[in-house]
């Protein structure tokens, strides 16, 4: 009984702390951004780096809760930042990633996810370990996983802002925006990973410095989504009141997009005018809906939106491939007004 006892413990301070602390972060989250299935996908995500980091790393690493060798000091850590940002780069890729709030908790979850399946790999194989072991594994181990997973998406959401929040149409996606967050993660795991004869030492560095660095981010990253979502909201009913009173936009997208209106014939270019003027509502609802979701009194027309969903839908049929290609194209919503869309698609599904 006492045995059981003790291994219950171990169990829960190796893999119950990240966890809290996750939790922490998403409650902070103004905005909402994370639903609990997202946050299981990304913890299983980050399980999987873990589970591919093993047989390269896990093998080297000669004893817990840190490693005395050289290469658990100076290999591991390379390998297993670049396993945890293979996935964050991927986020990125597809356009899962909008404001830095939900990079950094999207980068944190993966590396708690990470921690996780990696400590229950070590409590398997080194079960008869001591309550301090574990303490650090939880306390230590895992938030570190966490934190610089979290930094590297913070700073690679600063370097993508230009080209995220540019027309669609022109982006372009680049791999060095994850380079200085890639050495910064290395760095500190490397810096945690020398003090292997002091180990309470590295736990307390990460305990002190992962809440610290983190609530900054967010406090940053929230006035910087507040900024954002007022700017661009304003812009995009004003590109709503435009369309609606027969106008186009006076932008370089308003100007091109009437010139394929004059190409198409007058009842596909009513189409066109009607399609961009319903996107930008759409985008619109979205960002206000976040607005009011930070006032605490979110509140939206499901019916409406379900119904201009749908009469988008009809118009990209109506329009015809090759025209609504050219109009997608030349549209001037960016990738974050896009993922702004596909939040509000899943506050909907929800709703």
Known sequence: MANLLAESVHWGLA????????????????????SLGEILILLVLGGLAA??????????????????????????PWIEEALKAIVMILLFRFNRIGYKLDAVISGFAIGAGFSVVENVIYLTIFPFYGTGTWLVRGLGTAVMHGTTLALL????????????????????????????????????????????????????????????????????????????????????????????????????????????????????????RR???????????????????AAGDAEFDAGEIRSTLAELDGLKRALGRSTFTALNALLPFSRNDYWELSELKQRLGRH
Not at 15 to 34: E, G, N, Q, R, S
Not at 181 to 207: C, E, K, S, W
């Open 275 to 293: 399609y961009w003027q319903l996107q930008a509502w759409l985008v619109a609802e979205a960002e206000e809906t976040m607005m009011e979701e």
């Open 51 to 76: 589970i591919a980091a093993y047989p390269i790393s896990g093998r080297f690493l000669d004893q817990l809760p840190i490693g005395f060798s050289n290469y658990s000091r100076f290999v591991a």
């Open 15 to 34: 893999l119950v702390p990240v966890l809290v602390m996750l939790a922490i972060f998403i409650w902070l989250d103004a905005f909402k951004l994370m």
């Open 153 to 272: 998406a913070a700073i690679a959401h600063e370097l993508a802002e230009r080209e995220t929040r540019e027309a669609s149409g022109e982006f372009d996606f680049h791999l060095w925006w994850f380079l200085p967050g890639y050495l910064l993660a290395v760095a500190i795991h490397t810096t945690f990973n020398q003090f292997p004869d002091r180990p309470l030492l590295a736990m307390m560095g990460a305990i002190v410095f992962a809440p610290l660095a983190l609530i900054a981010i967010f406090n940053f990253g929230t006035a910087e989504a507040e900024r954002w979502l007022t700017a661009e909201n304003a812009e995009h009913r004003k590109q709503v009141e435009t369309l609606r009173s027969g106008q186009w936009p006076d932008s370089p997208a308003g100007n091109k997009i009437a010139a394929l209106a004059e190409r198409v014939g007058p009842e596909s270019a009513e189409r066109i």
